[in-house]
C-alpha cells in the first residue's frame, strides 16, 4: 500500500486480497484508489459515503429535469400532448 496523502491510499489488486482486514478498517477514514497493472482500476469506499454521493446526484438530476420539464411546458402547445383516451386506444391499453 502507497500512502498518496492522509486521505488516499493506492494499493494493488494483488495487495487487496492479502490486506483485506486491514483495508477494512482504513476504507472508514480514507479513500482507497486500487490499481491494476499500474492503472486505477476502482476506487474502495464506505457504503454510507457511496449512498451520499448518489443521493446528491439524484437531487441534482431532479433539480435539472425539473428545469428543463418547466422550460419545455412553457414552449409547448396544446398540439404538442396527446389525451389520455388516445394513448389507450393507441396502445389498446
Known amino acids: 500500500m502507497l500512502n498518496i496523502d492522509e486521505n488516499t491510499v493506492v ?3 494483488t495487495e487487496l486480497r492479502s490486506n483485506m482486514p486491514k483495508i477494512s478498517k482504513d476504507i472508514k477514514t480514507k479513500k482507497i484508489i486500487v490499481v ?5 482500476f476502482a476506487v474502495l ?4 459515503e457511496y ?3 448518489e443521493n446528491i446526484i439524484d ?3 431532479d ?3 425539473g428545469y428543463l420539464a418547466k ?3 412553457g414552449k409547448s402547445t396544446d398540439k404538442d400532448f396527446i389525451d389520455a383516451d388516445e394513448v389507450e386506444k393507441k396502445y389498446d391499453l
Open 11 to 13: 494499493v494493488g489488486t
Open 36 to 40: 491494476k497493472r499500474g492503472k486505477p
Open 45 to 48: 469506499t464506505a457504503f454510507k
Open 51 to 53: 449512498e451520499e454521493k
Open 59 to 61: 437531487t441534482f438530476e
Open 63 to 65: 433539480i435539472v429535469l
Open 71 to 73: 422550460e419545455r411546458d
